[in-house]
């Protein structure tokens, strides 16, 4: 739901349509926000963080190598919440309207879990810093705040160094809708030779007589279809 409300707000910044904005929106946006709002708990240090949670896909192991899906506070979760946050904010003091609520969403967004880097210098994908299962997993949940979110950006210099570490970790492998998401986490991390070394990735000719399906590699059949 987080997800879904950020394309409301995308849509009002390229048209600039008001009354899209309150009557549409606006309202979606809000509930959105509500049940962001009811679903944070409190964690041990007192920051906000989403419980249970999970990071798409993916699997991580301890340090008592313990491999699991399910957690609290992961990555992915708290970065939709924080991109709908900011949203949030910046459509209610365009309307104008709700300042009671506005200010108990500026208190949670204040108080959610921050973005941690890893030992290794990578974007910590869970609440700890825990390993992955699969390294090179095709899902880049946790990069959320690259693209298609805006809240690690260049001047967020050792995030966005983390982030860049992420992406290069995963490589530009993966199935099509992978590989076109990290053709634009590439571009928000100016990184031009990088993006089209994945859009070659999503373009590779892949025989339609071939009998397996390609997981891993990308590649595009005769159809069109990758």
């Avoid at 509930?31 to 999970?54: I, K, M, N, R």
């Avoid at 899906?69 to 003091?93: K, P, W």
């Avoid at 990184?191 to 590779?204: H, W």
């Amino acid at each position: 739901g987080a997800w879904l409300a950020s394309h409301l707000w995308e849509h009002f910044l390229f048209t600039r349509d008001s009354s899209f904005l309150r009557t549409r929106a606006y309202p979606l946006m809000k509930g959105a926000s509500l049940f962001c709002l009811e679903y944070l708990v409190e964690d041990h240090q007192g920051f906000l963080v989403t419980s249970p949670s999970t990071s798409p896909e993916n699997i991580y192991v301890t340090d008592k190598n313990y491999k699991g899906a399910t957690l609290y506070g992961s990555t992915s979760d708290l970065s939709m919440v924080r991109e709908l946050f900011h949203a949030m904010i910046q459509a209610g003091e365009i309307l104008d309207t709700d300042h009671g609520f506005l200010d108990s969403v500026r208190s949670a967004l204040n108080r959610l879990y921050p973005y941690q880097v890893s030992r290794d210098g990578h974007l910590q994908e869970w609440y700890h810093d825990w390993a992955d299962q699969d390294p090179r997993h095709r899902h880049l949940s946790h990069l959320y705040g690259v693209y298609p979110g805006s809240t690690i950006t260049p001047d967020q210099k050792a995030l966005f160094q983390a982030a860049r570490q992420s992406l290069l970790k995963r490589t530009n492998n993966g199935t099509g809708w992978s590989i076109s998401w990290k053709i634009g986490m590439w571009a928000r991390l100016l990184d031009a030779e990088q993006a089209y070394d994945a859009f070659l990735k999503l373009l590779t000719y892949y025989p339609a007589d071939q009998s397996e399906i390609r997981m891993a590699g990308g590649g595009t059949y005769p159809n069109l279809f990758d």
